[in-house]
């Protein structure tokens, strides 16, 4: 930083782009509708009715799979696919993570924007070591579990869901993206073992403190804006992350501080990027 007085120039840069997984629909909703039940006597549009699974035609051979906004009611049919390696199944019907023991090449699985309730059946995949990355953001979970098994996820994404507490990731060890934004989470903890982790993610939650991630010294990205923390005192959780490049702490009560931007580079003085403003010395 530089000395003598000198005023630190910011560059605008472009707003981060929001990630499609940090608008929950389920929050406009008045109330929920029961899972198989219709509101106020309509019945279920086509967009709702799930589609025949026996008029989609799967290549065996295909490597990347992409069956987006198809109405796909649930996961079955797929175990032709023995060469797939990314399936993408995101804006579909489905409720229940099945049937996937039978694809051993998998290493990328997207359910983003279903009607998921629970994480489960994932062990096959976690034993065979292929997946890596699992998103599952826009449903309706509300806990993180069963995923002790996959121990090579590099990247989790659970954003926009029903989650209250970050638990149930002892196991993955090799985690390096954790996305749970847009959640309920109350307490910043759960994550002694994930100290791989370069991106953290927990933006728009109910937290108060920075707290439990000192040990996360490799983080280079934290996002943790619309959030309610006050103390300046908490951004010494992240003084050990020499590579921290980018912080997003706006629309916390940090951010009435008329020093606020300074207070941020004077305490990590690595950081590259503050909310959506490059930071220039």
């Not at 307490?187 to 996360?216: C, F, M, P, W, Y």
């Not at 305490?267 to 220039?280: E, G, N, Y």
Request: glycine content about 4%; hydrophobic content about 35%.
């Amino acid at each position: 930083m530089a000395s003598g007085g000198g005023e630190v120039q910011d560059m605008e840069v472009d707003k981060r782009t929001e990630s499609e997984e940090s608008t929950d629909d389920d929050v406009k909703e008045k109330r929920e509708v029961p899972d198989g039940e219709v509101q106020n006597g309509e019945q279920p549009t086509d967009s709702e009715t799930p589609v025949n699974l026996e008029t989609i035609i799967l290549d065996p051979e295909a490597e990347e799979v992409d069956l987006n906004h198809m109405r796909i009611g649930g996961i079955q049919g797929f175990e032709v696919l023995k060469k797939v390696q990314t399936m993408c199944l995101r804006q579909n019907l489905i409720k229940v993570i099945e049937n996937l023991e039978q694809l051993v090449t998998l290493n990328e699985l997207d359910l983003y924007d279903n009607q998921i309730r629970i994480i489960q059946n994932l062990e096959s995949l976690g034993q065979l070591q292929e997946l890596d990355s699992l998103f599952l953001g826009k449903n309706k979970i509300t806990k993180l579990q069963n995923m002790d098994t996959l121990t090579n996820l590099t990247v989790l994404s659970v954003q926009s869901n029903r989650l209250l507490k970050i638990e149930g990731l002892q196991n993955l060890v090799n985690l390096r993206e954790l996305y749970l934004s847009d959640n309920g989470i109350q307490v910043l903890e759960g994550l002694e073992n994930n100290t791989k982790l370069t991106t953290l993610d927990v933006a728009s939650n109910r937290i108060k403190r920075i707290q439990n991630i000192k040990h996360l010294t490799e983080l280079q990205e934290f996002w943790m804006n619309d959030n309610l923390v006050e103390n300046w005192a908490d951004l010494e959780e992240l003084s050990c992350a020499k590579s921290l490049q980018t912080v997003y702490l706006e629309r916390n009560p940090l951010q009435k501080d008329n020093q606020y931007r300074r207070k941020i580079m004077l305490a990590l003085p690595s950081v590259r990027q503050i909310d959506a403003t490059f930071v220039r010395f």
